[in-house]
Structures are given as structure tokens and as C-alpha cells.
């Protein structure tokens, strides 16, 4: 009768951790709410230049992505846009005049890119459950904002087209199809979204400096652990010959 109770008990505990662990299972499977969004590789220093991806994940179960369009603001436009192939798709970039022309390296500008277009070339495109990278090289990024919003359009294999073109606003929550937005960082001294050479160098001397200074006090610590041995040696030697001294 006891080994009877012991043996349901343990059943109802191993039924209980399955049920646990099949809806801790179900959880993890359910995919979390993604949407076109925008990073750099690096930083996107204001100023300067950048690569930046757009990371467009597939959120259909039956239909895969064939088409991504990306517009471009038109209050910071950016006269330098260059687009990475993408093995399986084409590309096309869009560009428009400019009311009053940028000056970059010295020279006017009058033309801006508007749009970039990615259509799936073999008709296959982002399948389910994937998510595929387009890289753009874009400068020169602006020096009086602290963000760039693209507003993006998905277009999926049942024609359905989902607009990413809510920008997201300070202090509100985050709208439902929010638009990728480009966060910029302080200006580099070279305006190349790069490091400053002189700092370069002075990180590498004070680098080398604590080597070598580190490296003297090793040395310095084995010299003087050598010295103690022979010390302590000589100490014990003259110990040994008092002693005999004294026995005869």
C-alpha cells in the first residue's frame, strides 16, 4: 500500500514538470513581434559615412518577401547612397532634385536619393520564418539631428503590402508598424564616423608603455626572489657549520 502511494505521487510530479515543460516549450516557439528596422555596422557619426543594413524579417507563415522599398527623408537628404549586391536580388536606386543643393567636399549637389527599391530576382525571396540584410553605404549624414527615419513598405509573395511608416515619437509607446530610424552619434574628429589618428597612437604608446613597464617589475621580482634563496641558503649553511663548531 505505501510503495502504491510513493509511486502515484511520483506520477503526479512527472506529469506536472511535462505540462510545465510543454508550455514553457509553447512560449519559446511563439515568434516575438519584429519589424524592419535599421543598424549600423559601426556608428553613424553625424557628418560623416556609414554603412547601415535594414533587417527585414519575413512575419508570414504562407508568403515570402519579394519586394522592400526604403524612401528617405526629405528634410536630411543624402546626397551619397550605395548599395551592397544582394545575392537573389535587384536593386534600384532612386533619385530626385533638390530645391536648394548640398555642398559636399566643396562641391554643390542637387540631386539626393529618394528611394531604394529591393525586388527578388528568382521570385523566391525572404521565405518564412528568415530574415534577410540589405546593406546601403550612405553619407554624409546630417549634423543637426540625432536621428534618421526611412519610412518602408514589405511587399509579400499574396500581394499583401505592410507600411512601416509610423515614426516613433519620446514618451510614447511604440506605434504598431513603427518606421526604421537611424540613430546618429556625435561627430568624429574626422567626420569619417572613424576613430582620430592622434588618439590611435596615443593609445598604442600607453599600451606599450604598461608592457614594458610591467615587464620591468617582473623582472625586478625574480632578481629579487633569487636573492632571497641564496640568502636563505647561506643562512642555513652558517647554521649548520655553528652547530657542528659547537658540537666538537
Known amino acids: 500500500?505505501?510503495?502504491?502511494?510513493i509511486a502515484s505521487r511520483i506520477a503526479s510530479r512527472v506529469a506536472a514538470a511535462t505540462a510545465a515543460a510543454g508550455t514553457a516549450v509553447l512560449a519559446l516557439s511563439v515568434p516575438a513581434f519584429a519589424h524592419v528596422a535599421v543598424e549600423?555596422?559601426?556608428?553613424?557619426?553625424?557628418?560623416?559615412?556609414?554603412?547601415?543594413?535594414?533587417?527585414?524579417?519575413n512575419e508570414r507563415?504562407?508568403?515570402?518577401?519579394?519586394?522592400?522599398?526604403?524612401?528617405?527623408?526629405?528634410?536630411?537628404?543624402?546626397?551619397?547612397?550605395?548599395?551592397?549586391?544582394?545575392?537573389?536580388?535587384n536593386v534600384q536606386v532612386?533619385?530626385?532634385?533638390?530645391?536648394?543643393?548640398?555642398?559636399?567636399?566643396?562641391?554643390?549637389?542637387?540631386?539626393?536619393?529618394?528611394?531604394v527599391t529591393w525586388t527578388a530576382a528568382d521570385g523566391k525571396g525572404i521565405?518564412?520564418?528568415?530574415?534577410?540584410?540589405?546593406?546601403?553605404?550612405?553619407?554624409?549624414?546630417?549634423?543637426n539631428t540625432d536621428q534618421l527615419a526611412f519610412k518602408a513598405l514589405q511587399t509579400y509573395s499574396?500581394?499583401?503590402?505592410v507600411r512601416w511608416i509610423e515614426v516613433p515619437r519620446a514618451g510614447q509607446d511604440e506605434p504598431e508598424n513603427p518606421a526604421p530610424v537611424l540613430r546618429l552619434s556625435d561627430a568624429s574628429d574626422d567626420h569619417?564616423?572613424?576613430?582620430?589618428?592622434?588618439d590611435t597612437a596615443e593609445k598604442t604608446e600607453n599600451t606599450a608603455a604598461a608592457e614594458d613597464s610591467g615587464s620591468d617589475t617582473d623582472t625586478t621580482a625574480r632578481v629579487l626572489g633569487v636573492v632571497g634563496i641564496v640568502v636563505g641558503a647561506a643562512g642555513v649553511a652558517y647554521g649548520v657549520l655553528a652547530g657542528r663548531r659547537r658540537t666538537a
Open 127 to 143: 521565405q518564412p520564418g528568415y530574415f534577410q540584410k540589405f546593406p546601403l553605404s550612405v553619407g554624409a549624414l546630417p549634423e
Open 40 to 57: 549600423p555596422e559601426g556608428t553613424a557619426a553625424k557628418g560623416g559615412y556609414a554603412v547601415v543594413d535594414f533587417k527585414v524579417p
Open 192 to 198: 569619417h564616423g572613424s576613430a582620430n589618428a592622434k
Open 94 to 115: 532612386t533619385k530626385a532634385k533638390l530645391d536648394k543643393p548640398l555642398t559636399m567636399h566643396g562641391e554643390k549637389i542637387d540631386q539626393a536619393v529618394t528611394k
Open 1 to 5: 500500500m505505501q510503495a502504491s502511494r
Open 158 to 161: 499574396d500581394n499583401e503590402v
Open 61 to 89: 507563415d504562407k508568403a515570402s518577401t519579394t519586394k522592400v522599398e526604403v524612401a528617405f527623408p526629405a528634410d536630411h537628404p543624402l546626397a551619397s547612397v550605395m548599395p551592397e549586391p544582394v545575392p537573389g536580388w
